[in-house]
């Protein structure tokens, strides 16, 4: 029933899309690729790990030949011996064995020098823009993950789901899940105790008085309407969890992570987790504090994907690290580190197309006015990267969700589903170029780049979705390619050319004037 | 109602998340809110900061009395509601902010470690555990005098400053100076804000746990700089006009500023002039050798108070607090025109909290109908109003430690059970404090609430045990419990809730109290009364309504 909802939304968003009238690469054959991968949307799951307080990102991810670490940290560097090497002049924080067995395998990928324009180094305000995905200099009341689930879910909540959409780990749920609609996701801590206490639960529904406290008195008890209404499905699912021969630390991250993969392997219908750590803001005695910090959260990131890989869950699972800062190079008098700016983070899994530091090594010469990492990908990057090729959300929703359009980054083995976009296509290497002269009367050049021997159709349809002509459909070399288009049988007005080659497929407008 | 009317009906207040942060910011408050319920707010009249009085639609009974006493303290008895409707309103609240005496220190933990007077700065193993032994006995000392009747509002206020210059045990570690912060709490709760700001920014547990004892000229920790305008007097923000309230830059100066102090082994910190950066500072926008030089030259505190706030006028620590006292006794999104009058007449009292309390307590606008029962209830409020309101024993006193015979029962004690509701006394989450608010209420932490109401009216033993709950003694220590059903359960409603009820909502908890029986046929002293008393209270204590205070 939901996904049909969805799958009714969906269609009518594509109704928007010009419908070529034949062709191996027609449009409706795209849309219907990409209705079966957005139901398949609904199996994959993404684990955030919020390392709370700024993780410092020069000592997790170590530029090890790069003597301005060394000189700014006399007390504090992590040595070049130490330190497990990665990648060229990169190098993790020697606990981190785990994340490194991981990345050598190739299911790591880090993402250097995250952040955002206007650093922020207030901890709370700054864990609201992450978590809300506005920009630096405007409060948004909607977390980034509540408008995806929004946009997915119209039906709530008049319709309750059988399982929560979203939940943290936690005794309260993020403002990452907050929606016009209330929160998309809920907290649960215990999953036994949650289920021996929301069974015990009665509510009569009551009128609420006009004054201050009728929305207050709304609230909960629609917190404890939801509890009781998915108490039994998460028991189930806990229930079901096999035991794997895995050993989760004592940790509350360990622990946290363990609760997941229950819910998980259990076969819980729930796509996102929040699970979170504190104690990063480390501006004080920094060394043996953050050793354990990192050193936990290794350990139980390996544990945890071995776990859902022997439920074989291993295809369907992301987990993705963030913190609201990194810190400064320079460590300050207190063998510690002060609020800083940019900072790696990680996304982890099978499906992750891995082994990689996207983004390389930070720049210690070019640094802010507080002498701080500036930042080279945008976090919001990594939220589109995630929301489109990982949970196969739509560019144009995913746009929507994050306020802008935000170019994406290659997180994952094979972009969602199959059905690339744009982004994907330049990825990929496949070029179209604005057809010159434009605005064209007659012949008008359009050019195009395939990376790859292809069979290539480049048409064009009128405004309206009619077909008007072909350009190219043959099978071409790899390289760049020229071709003639005559437009004086067409009448004057806009019209949108495609580049269709394989899954790929890119689109431009060119003004026809008589 | 089905439940997907009543969801299309309360989703018009668009039910918020428990978000993770609040944001004690005024202008930014908002988020917690969404548009529909604040128009909704802007169409009730809710009064002004003129001193209420009495008057037939306004009157000074049962309800409005419970509603000053539930704000003010952690949950009244009837005695005490009784007492507060027979005296006048201003009597009541001049009663509660009159000084009461300091408590002594609480005992010696196991085996008489005087814990308080020994200092150790690097403790080893063993004076670990006596520390963590000694915060235990610290958290529990504490916890027994919000039960006290004498001082409630004065304790209420050391609760909001733990919540205000948050420090957390798990970084300070030395409990003695956890104890000497609790007391400069406690002996300026009412007192002058900036006074206790300047004591607060060299209370050893604060330089320890924002770092200032290690911050040195030439490499200065912002840790402290930095709270102390974001979230101890100034707030994050731009006005309306666009500028900031502060910059970057002066967080830099400022931490230059603060540099110098250092803890020992007593106490009291010092003053170690080496250490502190003896130059100019630019803070924002005076220029100066500013600093902590002494106890009572504190000219970069002073600066910081002195700062305007450009969009009210007043002075901006006075707007920052002020929003946050009226956040913790009226309602969590501030009406900024009564926190404008607020910080006036805070700063017309010489930064003084009490004539602000007085004020606000005993004004048109607290007294309305609109506020009464709008804040959803802490944990310390849950857990302390249901043993204060239900006459429960929970074994602990401020001068003894014997909460042992509470943990035999299967319960919890109060302090740990505020710390499953995610109230844990000296371990805030973080350095700006429990948001409060609807992020007390999730799915993790309700259902848990509802259970420990189960357990305290009806422990599992099925005996009065546990806390020792007495429904009949209880019943019978309400005016009518004898004679009248229905008012007896009146007086029940209005003890423990502070919204009416309708007549739907009503009918089953009668039906619990008769079990099937007819009015005139109640009997406190009938043989099956007990059971039928726990199964109402129980009922009402799974009310939504109970959550609110």
Known sequence: MLRRDFLKRAAQAGAILPIASSGLFARPLNSFLRLQGVAGATDRILVLINLAGGNDGLNTVIPVNDQKYFDARPTIAIKKADALAISDGLALHPSMTGVQQIFNGGDCAIVSSVGYPAQDRSHFRSTDIWHTASPADVIWHTGWLGRYLEALHPEYPATLPTAPFAMQIGTSASLAFQSDHGSMGMAIDNPDRFYNLANGIGVKPDPVPATLAGPELSYVRDVIEQSNVYSTKIHDAVLNAPNNPVTYDSATLAQQLKVVARFINGGLPTNIYIVSVAGFDTHYGQAPLHQGLLNTLSRAVKTFLDDVAYANNADRVVCMTYSEFGRRLNENGSAGTDHGAASPLFVLGKPVKGGVVLGGAPDLTDLDDRGDIKFKNDFRQVYASVLQDWLGFAKDETDTALGGSFTRLPLFDSPAFGVPDEDHARMAGYVLDQNTPNPVRGNTVIGFRIPASARVRVSVVAADGRFVGSVVDRTLEAGQHRATFDTAPLASGTYIYTLEAGPYSVSRRMVVTH | ?549
């Open chain 2, 1 to 549: 109602m089905n439940r997907r009317s009543f969801l299309q009906r309360s989703s018009a207040f668009a039910p918020n998340g428990a978000v993770s942060s609040a944001w004690m910011e005024p202008g930014a408050v908002l988020r917690h809110n969404l548009p529909g319920m604040r128009e909704s707010v802007a169409s009730i009249s809710a009064g002004d900061l003129t001193p209420y009085t009495p008057r037939p639609d306004k009157p000074w009974d049962t309800r409005r009395a419970a509603h000053l006493l539930r704000r003010t303290g952690f949950g009244p008895t009837w005695e005490e509601i009784t007492a507060a409707v027979g005296s006048t309103p201003a009597a009541v609240v001049d009663g509660m902010l009159s000084g009461a005496p300091m408590p002594d220190p609480p005992p010696a933990s196991n085996g008489d470690f005087p814990w308080y007077n020994e200092i150790h700065l690097s403790p080893d193993n063993s004076q670990l555990q006596q520390y963590y032994s000694a915060a235990s006995t610290l958290q529990e000392w504490w916890t027994a005098l919000m039960l006290l009747p004498s001082a409630m509002l004065r304790e209420k206020m050391v609760l909001f400053w733990h919540n205000h210059f948050v420090s957390e045990y798990s970084k300070v570690l030395v409990t003695p100076f956890m104890l000497t912060q609790n007391q400069l709490f406690r002996q300026n709760a009412l007192g002058s804000f900036k006074d206790l700001t300047k004591q607060v920014t060299i209370d050893p547990a604060m330089l320890i746990y924002l770092d200032g004892t290690t911050s040195k000229a030439g490499n200065p920790n912002e840790n402290y700089a930095r709270e102390l305008l974001e979230l101890f007097t100034i707030g994050v923000g731009k006005y309306g006009d666009g500028t900031p309230h502060y910059t970057e830059h002066d967080i830099v100066e400022l931490a230059r500023a603060l540099t110098g102090w250092r803890v020992n082994t007593t106490t009291t910190s010092e003053f170690k002039p080496a250490s502190f950066d003896n130059g100019n500072k630019t803070i924002l926008g005076a220029t100066g050798n500013f600093g902590i030089q002494g106890k009572t030259s504190m000219d970069v505190i002073d600066l910081i108070f002195d700062q305007t706030d450009k969009d009210l006028g007043k002075k901006r620590a006075a707007v920052f607090v002020c929003s946050k006292l009226y956040q913790y006794f009226v309602y969590d999104t501030p009406d900024m025109d009564i926190v404008a009058g607020m910080a006036e007449t805070m700063a017309a009292n010489d930064w003084q909290i009490a004539p602000v309390l007085r004020q606000l307590l005993l004004s048109e606008h607290f007294m309305d109908d609109n506020v009464i029962g709008a804040r959803i209830k802490s944990p310390v409020e849950f857990v302390l109003g249901s043993i204060r309101q239900l006459h429960l024993n929970a074994g602990i006193t401020p001068t003894s430690r014997n909460n042992t015979d509470i943990g035999k029962q299967g319960l919890h004690d109060p302090v740990t059970a505020e710390g499953y509701l995610a109230q844990t006394l000296l371990a805030p989450p973080n350095v700006k404090g429990w948001p409060g608010g609807r992020s007390w209420i999730s799915s993790a932490t309700v259902p848990l609430r509802i259970r420990y109401s189960q357990l305290w009216i009806d422990p599992i033993s099925g005996q009065d045990g546990g806390y020792g709950f007495a429904p009949v003694p209880f019943v019978k220590s309400l005016p009518d419990a004898k004679t009248d059903v229905n008012k007896l359960l009146d007086h029940l409603l209005e003890l423990m809730l502070p919204l009416a009820v309708t007549d739907d909502a009503r009918k089953p908890l009668l039906d619990a109290l008769l079990a099937g029986g007819q009015t005139y046929e109640w009997d406190p002293d009938a043989a099956n009364a007990g059971p039928r008393i726990k199964d109402c209270l129980i009922a009402i204590a799974g009310l939504g309504e109970y959550q609110l205070t």
